[in-house]
């Protein structure tokens, strides 16, 4: 079977037992910040799992895209050298909330392995694991599946209790439970031993499927409660069954690998040869560009720092292959010829997936010239049999790509060593570092789960008389809060809008007849709507009558906000292009932020233009209409989904502005606050606009009585600058340039005036020449000069002192610049790179340079005289 079939014939099993199928989410995890990327088939279904979310069924299936290439799940390094290491991977899951169990799962997994109906694999080569002491898995496996005893292996702790191979935690608290892994046997022409010998590590068994059962709920003191409602998560390996459905020992060998790898092949112009080089590229395409559709672009942090390590790591190995040119991104069609069917999304974001990747090859090639000259200009400074620094190696892989063995290899020409362990220091620190950013680290336990949906009525009010439903402090269900108090209330029904879509929560106040609670954030949990906040006043407790009461004054400034986003957001993709996609956004009482996908950035004159269209549609002062429409439908319509955000069947509809044939301007899906007429927005006006990432721009703006304050100010300083200048409005640009002109040239003036003093100083200079065993030496203090002035009286120095040796200090501003100069025919004796190491260690400097040439800074300016005066003796003792 070939992987594409495999993957749908998974899913129509499941489809005939009662599972409903639920798309693949997102690479970028929804509002879940302890992940960096998705990684597992459940991580869409978490909330679900935690009872914080409720859906419309209990059964489902899915292929989740998944990557594993940065934070705490990294299998970067791995891959190309192993036979199942992949960036991204597709997991098969069939999951049960509160439905069926133990008995349920475990039959369907068999039955879809080994039936003849579905993938038919030798009951014979299959053996399993359970927790060492469940004994209902066990059971259940030998007893009513039939499967012999000694083909079912307890799998026992690790270390302490629960902490074993066969018992899954989503973390140091919340859900947890044992689990039952399926194996399959490759044969025994290859080695390797059943999970739980010395041999496991083996490639002869190799797991397939996983079963894991929810039944626990742990404490932080490590106790475990069992679930009320126990439940199933599955996983599997589409690649790894894939290549056992097609006979192959390794992932790369099955049918969607090869035909990546032989796109390469075509690309490069090289003949297949499927060697580590091939394996790598045929994985990251994958990875790259299912990251790219998803959003993420490349940059220097976070998941868009992954994504250009992932895109360098296969130019690199392209490069190796023998590609001369940009070649990384003209796979991409292969990749849509065989997965576009399954994902869409590829076909119709191809051409965007392949301008980035092409943009960041190009980028890289650039980078790598510039890494070059780093490196030149640092090994440089060296000397034969000197090594270079790891900081310095590690800065040229981090930031520039290069692989360790490629430095080593440049700075071997010139027989200088590379610190290997310093190397590994800062690889070390970086791994720290990345793990710290990716750690799963929640308590579960302190999650707010209510069971009760609230009822939102902020649509058509600001206040609301209703009664609380649950009081929360430190995360636990507690009957009063008092005066002083900081905790969470839930109401049934409440006017507080939660916060979401990019715009931030409520403030307000709750209030009964014996307490106040100022409202300080609005957010949800699960399909509860939860107040934080402080008690003012009184005492609240559990089931008393409450009045909720929104300032109407934030309300109304963040609904102006939210409604010039919209219009911003069709503006930008009139102006520049329907490239323009939502990346982010942040809508509050005082500002609205809008991130959105574009390769430069934007001239003055374009945002004069988008800022123009916005204040037109504000002018025309349209309703702002509102429609509740199946998802579909509204798709149909034109509308918009929002970066990040996940819907239900049923979406809110948002059209807002009218074009000039009268269709609207905006169609977006959101659930947030908005003004009735876009009229009520005021006035709109942009005051930022700049780069936050390779390909995404940033727009902060604001509106009504905000953006008037702006403009006011801005008016203000025009006044002042008029006044100072003694100028006209239209002749304050004039005159400023005319200023900057001015200092232009005092400036150079002033730089030749200090050379032609620099030159007089070597001169006087040359008085304080001592001869050191026949050799002229100088040894020198000068006033005030920095490391540039210094450099350029060192090299006049130079040009007047024949055969000798130039030391030169200067102290400005508590720092001390340092200088040496060599001639040529005294580096065997004494090197300039020396001098000044002996300074810096001296003063806690640093500094370097070639054995004719010098220079370094330190700090400690008090030791300058005692550091000169020792240099002066090591002198007397290498020239005598």
Known sequence: MQLNEVRQAFIDFFVSKNHTPVASSSLIPHNDPTLLFTNAGMNQFKDTFLGLEKRDYNRAVSSQKCVRAGGKHNDLDNVGYTARHHTFFEMLGNFSFGDYFKKDALKFAWEFLTSEEWLALPKERLYVTVYHTDDEAFDIWHQEIGLPADRIIRIGDKGKQYESDNFWAMGDTGPCGPCSEIFYDYGDHLWGGLPGTPEEDGDRYVEVWNCVFMQFNRQKDGTLEPLPKPSVDTGMGLERISSVMQGKYGNYETDLFVNLMDAAARVIGVPSTYEPSFKVVADHIRAVSFLIADGVRPSNEGRGYVLRRIIRRAVRHGNKLGATDSFFYKVVPALVKEMGNAYPQLVEKQAEIQAVIQKEEEQFAKTLAQGLRLLSGELDKLTTGATLDGETVFKLY??????????????????????????????????????????????????????????????????????????????????????????????????????????????????????????????????????????????????????????????????????????????????????????????????????????????????????????????????????????????????????????????????????????????????????????????????????????????????????????????????????????????????????????????????????????????????????????????????????????????????????????????????????????????????????????????????????????????????????MTALKGDLTDKLN
């Open 398 to 867: 981090d930031t520039y790509g290069f692989p360790t063995d490629l430095t080593a290899d440049i700075a071997r020409e010139r027989e200088i060593d590379i610190d290997e362990a310093g190397f590994e220091t800062h690889m070390q620190a970086q791994r720290e570092r990345a793990r710290d950013a990716g750690k799963f680290d929640v308590d579960y336990t302190a999650a707010i789960k209510v069971e009760t949906p609230t009822e939102f009525l902020g649509y058509d009010t600001l206040t609301a008389d209703t009664h609380i439903v649950g009081l929360y402090q430190d995360g636990k269900a507690v009957e009063v809060l008092n005066e002083g108090d900081q905790g969470v209330i839930v109401l049934a029904a409440t006017p507080f809008y939660a916060e979401g879509g990019g715009q931030v929560g409520e403030l307000g106040e709750i209030s009964t007849e014996s307490g106040v609670f100022a409202v300080e954030d609005t957010k949800k949990s699960g399909t509860a709507i939860i107040h934080h906040g402080t008690v003012k006043m009184g005492q609240l407790s559990t089931n008393q009558t409450a009045a909720a009461q929104v300032i109407d004054d934030i309300r109304k400034a963040s609904s102006k906000n939210h409604s010039a986003t919209h219009l911003l957001h069709a503006a930008l993709r009139s102006v520049l292009g329907t490239g323009v996609a939502q990346k982010g956004s942040l809508v509050s009482s005082e500002m609205l932020r809008f991130d959105f996908s574009h390769d430069n950035p934007i001239s003055n004159e374009d945002l004069a233009l988008v800022e123009k269209i916005v204040n037109e549609q504000i002018q025309k002062n349209s309703t702002v209409q509102i429609e509740y429409l199946p998802i579909d439908e509204a798709m149909k319509k034109g509308a918009m989904a929002l970066f990040g955000e996940k819907y239900g069947e049923t979406v809110r509809v948002l059209t807002m502005g009218e074009n000039a044939d009268k269709s609207a301007f905006s169609i977006e899906l959101c659930g947030g606050i908005h003004v009735l007429r876009t009229g009520d927005i005021g006035i709109f006006k942009i005051v930022s606009e700049s780069g936050i990432a390779a390909g995404v721009r940033r727009i902060e703006a604001l509106t009504g009585l905000g953006a008037l304050r702006y403009i006011q100010a801005g008016e203000q300083t025009l006044s002042t600058l008029a006044n100072n200048l003694k100028a006209k409005r239209g002749e304050i640009l004039p005159r400023i340039n005319s200023l900057s002109d001015k200092q232009r040239e005092l400036e150079k003036q002033l730089e030749q005036l200090s050379q032609k003093l620099a030159s007089l100083e070597a001169k006087s200079l040359m008085d304080k020449v001592e001869q050191i065993g026949g050799v002229p030496v100088l040894i020198a203090k000068v006033d005030n000069l920095d490391g540039k002035a210094l450099r350029g009286l060192a090299d006049d120095v130079k040009s007047k002192l024949h055969n000798g040796v130039a030391v030169l200090a200067s102290v400005s501003d508590g720092k001390v610049a340092l200088t040496a100069s060599v001639s040529k025919e005294l580096t065997g004796k004494v090197k300039a790179g020396d001098i000044i190491k002996q300074l810096c260690e001296a003063l806690d400097g640093k500094g370097g340079g070639k054995p004719d040439f010098a220079q370094g800074g330190a700090n400690n300016a008090a030791g300058l005289e005692q550091a």
